[in-house]
């Protein structure tokens, strides 16, 4: 699955988890309970060529994968990141 780089509208619920998502002019529902995607902790970076054993480096949320649906019936399963500023579309599948 190739990796995507659009901008998409997120709106989170009161936990941080999202709610819903605007892509392509077009408003999803999350149907599912969001799954966290981590990757390494930002503050971690500098120290990243170091080495962290015994252990891995700490992890942090980097995005989330859900199910959403438009009020067509229309249903993708997302992977969405966070780059500070915006939210972007990582990957979609059908």
Do not use: K, N, Y
Request: aromatic letters at 12%.
């Amino acid at each position: 699955m190739e990796r995507l780089q659009e901008f998409v509208e997120v709106w989170s619920g009161e936990s941080g988890e999202p709610a819903r998502l605007v892509w392509r002019a077009r408003r999803f529902r999350v149907t599912d309970v969001p799954t966290p995607l981590v990757g390494t902790a930002d503050w971690w970076q500098p120290l990243g060529a170091h080495d962290a054993a015994p252990g891995r480096p700490p992890l942090a949320i980097a995005g989330w994968r859900f199910q959403a649906s438009a009020d067509d019936g229309e249903t993708h399963v997302f992977d969405i990141g966070h780059d500070g500023e915006h939210w972007r579309l990582l990957r979609v599948f059908d």
